[in-house]
């Protein structure tokens, strides 16, 4: 795990699986360092993430064989009693969040009460955002994000960064 600072003091955690620990870490340095960012120490990241389960569903569901659009209320219905924290309306899907013990008992919850889930893993959640509202510091951000991804032993970036609509508008265009 390797915790970087990127433009604006948006916040990353780098997750690697690797044979070769110098390799990744001069890799993770170069990519970080070349594209804006910096090596934060150890610590100084990882407390501004939590460890929880996510299980992601789609609003579009089917029952019998007709539409169902799914609501909060049935998700927390279901899934309450087995861990559920937040769920959190993304648009076209909900995201549900609980303890990261509790994600296969929220996705068998889900399961038994008929709804479909898209996702369900263990995975670190920002517990404070940094909000990028500027373009061109939403793009250095997505740069660096993408070129550490791009890594053969980097299997998971998180980040902090609340981008809001406008930058991404702005980028889109």
Do not use: H
């Amino acid at each position: 795990m390797y915790e970087v600072y990127g433009p604006q003091g948006v916040a990353l955690l780098v997750e690697c699986l690797t044979d070769n620990r110098n390799r990744a870490a001069m890799e993770v340095r170069t990519a970080v360092t070349r594209n804006g960012g910096t090596m934060a120490d150890p610590g100084s990241v990882s407390r501004l993430f939590t460890r929880k389960g996510v299980v992601v569903a789609s609003k579009s569901q089917e029952r019998a064989g007709k539409p169902w659009d799914l609501t909060e209320d049935d998700i927390l219905e279901a899934t309450l009693d087995a861990g559920a924290e937040d769920v959190i309306d993304l648009g076209d899907t909900f995201e549900i969040q609980s303890d990261a013990s509790d994600v296969v008992a929220v996705r068998t919850a889900l399961q038994a009460a008929g709804i479909d889930y898209e996702s369900a893993e263990v995975q670190f959640v920002a517990t404070m955002d940094i909000p990028v509202g500027e373009a061109d510091v939403a793009e250095k951000v997505f740069r660096l994000v993408d070129v550490v991804d791009d890594l053969d032993d980097v299997q998971n970036v998180f980040s902090n960064a609340d981008i809001s609509d406008e930058a991404l508008e702005a980028i889109d265009a």
